[in-house]
């Protein structure tokens, strides 16, 4: 059964960085001297971003420093329960803002909301978010609550196939669906290179999504009509997320973005080929952007145009890496201008893990 996507709705924190304001905060925790400084630069001007967005910006300290802008993080390195004080201080409120915009964009009243899930892999707590959205927006009591924690970067993909098995299982089912993810939380102290390079991707934001096995009422619209999933084998140790002493700690090796490439080709083949489709055969890409070399080694392998995966450059370029958040604001832009007809989303994370949502772009 397919799932149309009746709305979609995005949010960012007000406050955002600079990519020379994100190297002076890098300096600052990595305690560098003038090599790591030349080395920080460059990982930064390789990112791919130019702005993202941060809960911990203080408010009000536009005309300040990077670091009088963002004092959590100080001379002491914050600790693991530090960092989750601030996600129970700013997680509803962006989580709100996104699942807002998406209902107000799908017209769907919030008492027909019978089903709510969560999505974040960067902070915990409990009574947690989907708590607080059911207080916020008004929605019903009785909604059904599902939380997705802990898987990374793919999250909203398993969210959508987990939307749709609501919507097989009950035809009146309706789905909010909202990810979000404060990144900026777990920078991490010292030298270490797969922290380093986490340390210029990740940014917070926010995105929901409302749906249902229901036909699309306006257009441009988005159809969910299958999803897939594989474990690349040999590459468990490639990938990390991890909760330690000072956060959540992330292992990156640099073997990511050839490892996913390799494996993608095959696996995409057999997997679009019971559709009786072919990469070629795709319309639009919605694909995660981990970082600019895991785009250009699956653009390769995939045989992909610049044009074909620019609109994922585009975010994480204007908002960063924000998780599970990042494929949905992809999508949010690829349905108001991409050709219609058939799209993939595709995105990545620990296992090393590929998770795949065949879409149909309908414009009348």
Not at 40 to 49: C, Y
Not at 145 to 173: I, Q, S
């Amino acid at each position: 059964m397919a799932l149309t996507l009746h709305g979609i709705g995005t949010a960012v924190p007000q406050g955002s960085i600079t990519r020379d304001e994100s190297v002076v905060l890098a300096e600052h925790v990595s305690g560098g001297d003038s090599r790591q400084t030349a080395l920080l630069q460059r990982i930064h001007q390789r990112s791919g971003v130019s702005r993202r967005g941060s809960v911990l910006i203080a408010d009000g300290a536009t005309d300040a420093s990077v670091l009088e802008r963002v004092p959590f993080y100080g001379a002491t390195n914050p600790s693991t329960g530090e960092r989750m004080i601030a996600f129970q201080r700013h997680a509803a409120e962006l989580a709100f803002a996104a699942s807002a915009a998406a209902l107000s964009e799908s017209d769907v009243a919030v008492g027909a909301i019978t089903h709510l899930i969560t999505v974040c892999c960067t902070g915990f707590e409990a009574p947690g978010v989907d708590l607080a959205l059911i207080k916020r927006l008004g929605l019903r009591s009785d909604v059904e609550r599902t939380h997705l924690g802990f898987m990374g970067c793919h999250a909203a993909l398993n969210g959508l196939r987990v939307a749709r098995a609501f919507a097989e299982a009950d035809a009146d089912a309706v789905v909010l669906l909202c990810c979000v993810e404060l990144c900026s939380l777990h920078l991490q102290y010292g030298g270490d290179p797969e922290q380093v390079v986490a340390n210029a991707l990740f940014a917070d934001g926010a995105a929901a999504v409302v749906a249902s096995a229901q036909r699309p009422s306006s257009h441009p619209a988005v159809v969910l009509e299958a999803n897939g999933s594989t474990v690349i084998p040999g590459s468990a140790e490639l990938m990390h997320w991890r909760i330690a002493d000072h956060g959540f700690s992330m292992g990156l090796s640099p073997q990511v973005p050839q490892t996913v490439a390799q494996a993608l080709r095959p696996w995409l083949d057999d997997w679009l080929g019971a559709w009786d489709l072919t990469p070629a055969s795709i319309n639009s890409w919605a694909m995660h952007p981990g970082g600019p070399r895991i785009l250009s080694a699956c653009a390769e392998v995939l045989e992909l145009s610049p044009e074909q995966l620019q609109t994922s450059r585009t975010v994480l370029h204007d908002h960063g890496n924000m998780s599970s958040a990042t494929v949905l604001f992809i999508l949010q832009r690829l349905r108001q201008f991409a050709t219609p007809g058939p799209g993939l989303a595709l995105a990545f994370g620990p296992g090393l893990c590929a998770e795949v949502a065949l879409f149909r772009l309908i414009h009348d």
